[in-house]
């Protein structure tokens, strides 16, 4: 029997492909009978596929994915980032099916998430991993980082007005301007392979080190996916100073610090809203409250400097 985790029901529901919930078992047992798989228990934990343990005939442990088919072509993006990869920072890819949406990947261990790593040993696994990842493929067809900011500028105003507006006003123009300014400064022969969504629940063990999962596949500038660890661990992101995050990883990564802030704002506010939908909570809400007390003190950054976007970041902010 396959069973379907309630946030995946809920992404699925939310795309508008009922048929496909209903036609997956059958899918599952198809692609057993295709890629003489024995499929096993599902994993609870993923939001936009489901995923789960299956063996081979030899007896090699592997995974078996199936992502919700939607607008975008996302198995697409991701079959096509993991094969040019090649198993590099990320899971080997081991068989696909671009049509039905389906991966058979190397079977990994616990996630970051689970081994409750100190933030910034994790930080410091995460910004190895993704570097990794990054390499120019300029023919790959991905989508690029103006892409996909052009999408969250259309997707943040509408799901905001959706769901009753759960975060202030300036916060969502604040996103929108953050937006803007990296879809303008987007720069094709800079733009590498990046993974789109590096962070702890897609961060898995394997042998005596990590493996990313789940990329989105974008062809964008790097810092893009140090925006994504700038909306992740909103709590902790406020408790302090939530510049000195952003500078941190662009020290150590010898990337832009004021590229990684602003797609961390655009990135916080859209998975806030995201999540909110689905119902993956507090997480949802505490982005979304970050991401209110950040635009509000940068609110009051741009009063006072004379409404001027500065080119670096701004050093007193209070946090």
């Given at each position: 029997?396959?069973?379907?985790?309630?946030a995946?029901?809920?992404?699925?529901?939310?795309?508008?492909?009922?048929?496909w919930?209903?036609?997956?078992?059958?899918?599952?047992?198809?692609l057993?009978?295709?890629?003489?798989?024995?499929v096993?228990?599902?994993y609870e934990?993923?939001?936009e596929?489901?995923v789960?343990?299956?063996?081979?005939?030899d007896?090699?442990?592997?995974?078996?994915?199936?992502?919700?088919p939607?607008a975008?072509?996302?198995?697409?993006?991701?079959i096509t980032?993991?094969?040019?990869?090649?198993?590099?920072?990320?899971?080997?890819l081991l068989?696909?099916?671009?049509t039905r949406?389906?991966m058979?990947?190397?079977?990994?261990?616990?996630s970051?998430?689970e081994?409750?790593?100190?933030?910034?040993?994790r930080?410091?696994?995460?910004?190895?991993?993704?570097q990794?990842?990054w390499?120019?493929?300029?023919?790959?067809?991905?989508?690029?980082?103006?892409?996909?900011?052009?999408?969250?500028a259309t997707?943040?105003?509408a799901?905001?007005?959706?769901l009753?507006?759960?975060?202030?006003?300036r916060?969502?123009?604040?996103?929108l301007?953050c937006?803007d300014?990296?879809i303008?400064?987007?720069d094709?022969?800079?733009?590498?392979l990046?993974?789109?969504?590096?962070?702890?629940?897609?961060?898995?063990?394997a042998g005596d080190?990590?493996k990313?999962?789940d990329?989105?596949?974008?062809?964008a500038?790097?810092?893009?996916?140090?925006?994504?660890?700038?909306?992740?661990d909103?709590?902790?992101?406020?408790s302090?100073?939530?510049?000195?995050?952003?500078r941190?990883?662009?020290?150590r990564?010898?990337?832009?610090p004021?590229?990684?802030?602003?797609w961390?704002?655009v990135e916080?506010?859209?998975?806030?809203?995201?999540l909110?939908?689905?119902?993956?909570?507090p997480?949802?809400?505490?982005m979304l409250?970050?991401a209110?007390?950040?635009?509000?003190?940068?609110?009051?950054?741009?009063a006072?400097?004379g409404?001027?976007?500065?080119?670096?970041?701004?050093?007193?902010?209070?946090?």
């Amino acid at each position: 029997m396959v069973e379907i985790p309630k946030a995946v029901r809920a992404k699925a529901l939310a795309a508008g492909v009922t048929e496909w919930l209903a036609a997956l078992p059958g899918l599952v047992a198809q692609l057993e009978q295709d890629w003489s798989i024995t499929v096993g228990r599902g994993y609870e934990d993923p939001t936009e596929a489901f995923v789960a343990e299956a063996t081979t005939g030899d007896g090699l442990p592997v995974v078996l994915k199936l992502v919700i088919p939607r607008a975008g072509n996302h198995a697409w993006h991701e079959i096509t980032a993991l094969r040019l990869a090649g198993g590099e920072g990320c899971v080997h890819l081991l068989a696909h099916d671009v049509t039905r949406g389906a991966m058979l990947l190397e079977r990994l261990g616990r996630s970051l998430h689970e081994l409750a790593l100190p933030i910034g040993r994790r930080h410091e696994i995460l910004c190895s991993l993704a570097q990794r990842m990054w390499r120019p493929a300029p023919d790959s067809g991905l989508p690029t980082g103006a892409d996909k900011g052009r999408w969250l500028a259309t997707f943040i105003p509408a799901r905001w007005e959706q769901l009753d507006r759960p975060c202030a006003a300036r916060t969502v123009d604040h996103a929108l301007a953050c937006a803007d300014r990296r879809i303008t400064a987007h720069d094709d022969e800079r733009a590498m392979l990046v993974h789109g969504d590096v962070h702890q629940w897609n961060t898995l063990a394997a042998g005596d080190g990590f493996k990313l999962v789940d990329p989105d596949g974008l062809l964008a500038e790097p810092e893009y996916d140090l925006g994504i660890l700038m909306r992740e661990d909103p709590v902790e992101l406020i408790s302090g100073d939530p510049y000195e995050r952003a500078r941190w990883l662009a020290a150590r990564t010898g990337r832009n610090p004021t590229a990684i802030w602003e797609w961390g704002v655009v990135e916080r506010v859209s998975t806030g809203l995201l999540l909110t939908q689905i119902g993956v909570q507090p997480v949802g809400r505490q982005m979304l409250a970050a991401a209110d007390r950040i635009a509000q003190d940068y609110s009051g950054y741009v009063a006072r400097s004379g409404g001027s976007w500065p080119r670096e970041l701004p050093k007193d902010v209070p946090p």
